[in-house]
C-alpha cells in the first residue's frame, strides 16, 4: 500500500499571535491602541461601571501622551519593535519549518490593533487553509495574555461557519530550547562584557490576586527563573526574579524591577545585567522601561555597570525555540 498523494494532506498553518502595538508613537495611535487593549476584560478585571469611567475620563486624557512620547524613544525604522520582531519571526519560522520539511503557512497577528486576528484567520479561510496552529508568543501562561489570544480566536470561531481545525500552545516555560536560547543569549553577553553580581530576570507583573483566583503565571516565570539559573550553573544569591510594568494603585507580583534594583546597587552591588525572558520580542517594556528607566535608576542609586541582554528576537537559537515548540505541536498534521 502506498500513502495517499501529499496534495490531499489538509493544509495546515500556524498563526504566531503578540500583544499588538500602536500603528504610530502618535498620542491619536497610543489612545487607539490603550482603548482597546484596556477594554479587555481579561486585563482589567475591575467591573466595567467602575472602570469605563477611568479609562475613558482619565486614562485616556492623559496616557496617550506620555506613552506616545517613550514609544517615539523605540521606534525603529521600520515601525514599532514589537511588530518589526513578531513580523521578523514569522518569516523565519516560515523558512526554518519548511527547510525541516514542514509545508505550512505562517502568519503572525496581533490581539489589539493590527493585522487583528480574526482578519487573519479570514484570509487563511479564502486561502483554502484547513487546520491551524495558534502559537502565542508568551512562554508562560497568563489569562491577560495567552488567555485573551484564545478569547479572539472564540470570537472569530462564533462567526465562521465552515471551521478550520484548530490548536492551542499554552505555554512553553520550560521547554529546553527555550531555556538553551536565553542560557545562550546570556553566556554570549558575558563572553563580550563579563559577567556581573548578579543576573535580574523580570518578568511582566500582574496584579498578585490573579495568583490566588488560580492564574499559573506567577508559577511559570518562577519556574523560567529557575531553569535558567540552573543551566547558567548560578547560585541562589547571584540571581533573582521580579517584575516590572506595574499598571495602577494595586499590589501587583513582587519584588519589583525597579525597586530590586536600587535596593541592590544601595547594598553595594556595582553590576547587573537584566534579562527579560517572558518577552519574545523586545518592545516599549524592554527598551524603554528597562534599557532606559530602570537602567538610569540603578545607575542614579549607584549602581557602576548596568547591562541589557536583548529578548530571543530573530536570533537563531530563540527561532530554534519557536521551532521546537512548533513541531511539538504539529505532530501529526503537517508533513
Ligand atoms: C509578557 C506578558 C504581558 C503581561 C502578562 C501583560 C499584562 C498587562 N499589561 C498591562 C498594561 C500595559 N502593558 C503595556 C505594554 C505591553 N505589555 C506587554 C506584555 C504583557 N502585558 C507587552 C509586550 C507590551 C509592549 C507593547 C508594545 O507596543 O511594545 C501597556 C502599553 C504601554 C504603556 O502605555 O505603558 C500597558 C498599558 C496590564 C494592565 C496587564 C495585566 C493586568
Ligand atoms: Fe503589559
Ligand atoms: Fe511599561
Not at 486585563?43 to 486624557?61: D, F, M, Q
Not at 520550560?174 to 553577553?189: Q, W
Not at 535596593?263 to 556595582?270: C, F, S, T, V, Y
Amino acid at each position: 500500500m502506498t500513502n495517499p498523494p501529499d496534495t490531499a494532506a489538509p493544509t495546515t498553518a500556524l498563526l504566531l499571535c503578540n500583544l499588538g502595538t500602536p500603528d504610530a508613537p502618535t498620542a491619536p495611535a497610543l489612545r487607539r491602541y490603550l482603548a482597546e487593549f484596556l477594554s479587555d476584560r481579561r486585563v482589567v478585571e475591575i467591573p466595567r461601571l467602575a472602570w469605563l469611567p477611568i479609562l475613558h475620563g482619565i486614562i485616556l486624557r492623559t496616557r496617550p501622551k506620555k506613552s506616545a512620547a517613550k514609544y517615539a524613544s523605540v521606534w525603529m525604522p521600520e515601525g514599532s519593535p514589537l511588530k518589526v520582531w513578531t513580523e521578523r519571526q514569522a518569516k523565519l519560522l516560515q523558512g526554518f519549518l519548511g527547510e525541516r520539511g514542514h509545508r505550512l503557512t505562517v502568519r503572525y497577528a496581533m490581539r489589539y490593533g493590527s493585522p487583528a486576528i480574526g482578519s487573519v484567520l479570514d484570509q487563511l479561510r479564502a486561502e483554502g487553509i484547513e487546520r491551524v496552529l495558534v502559537l502565542p508568543a508568551y512562554p508562560q501562561y497568563c489569562g491577560a495574555t495567552t488567555g485573551s489570544v484564545t478569547d479572539a480566536i472564540a470570537q472569530w470561531v462564533l462567526k465562521t461557519r465552515a471551521l478550520p481545525e484548530l490548536r492551542f500552545v499554552n505555554r512553553y516555560h520550560g521547554e529546553p530550547a527555550y531555556i538553551n536560547a536565553l542560557a545562550d543569549s546570556v553566556r554570549r553577553h558575558w563572553q563580550a562584557n563579563g559577567q556581573p553580581e548578579r543576573l535580574v530576570m523580570s518578568f511582566h507583573g500582574m496584579p498578585a490576586r490573579t495568583t490566588t483566583l488560580g492564574d499559573p503565571y506567577h508559577a511559570e516565570c518562577l519556574e523560567t527563573g529557575l531553569r535558567l539559573a540552573q543551566a547558567l550553573n548560578l547560585k541562589a544569591e547571584q540571581f533573582l526574579v521580579t517584575f516590572q510594568s506595574r499598571f495602577g494603585k494595586a499590589k501587583w507580583l513582587e519584588p519589583y524591577t525597579e525597586p530590586s534594583l536600587v535596593r541592590l546597587a544601595k547594598e553595594g552591588i556595582a553590576s547587573v545585567d537584566v534579562i527579560c525572558p517572558g518577552f519574545a520580542a523586545d518592545c516599549l517594556e524592554t527598551l524603554e522601561e528597562i534599557d532606559q528607566e530602570a537602567r538610569q535608576a540603578f545607575i542614579v542609586a549607584g549602581g557602576k555597570r548596568f547591562g541589557y541582554i536583548p529578548c530571543l528576537n530573530d536570533s537563531e537559537p530563540g527561532m530554534r525555540a519557536l521551532v521546537a515548540v512548533a513541531e511539538k505541536h504539529l505532530q501529526g498534521w503537517a508533513p
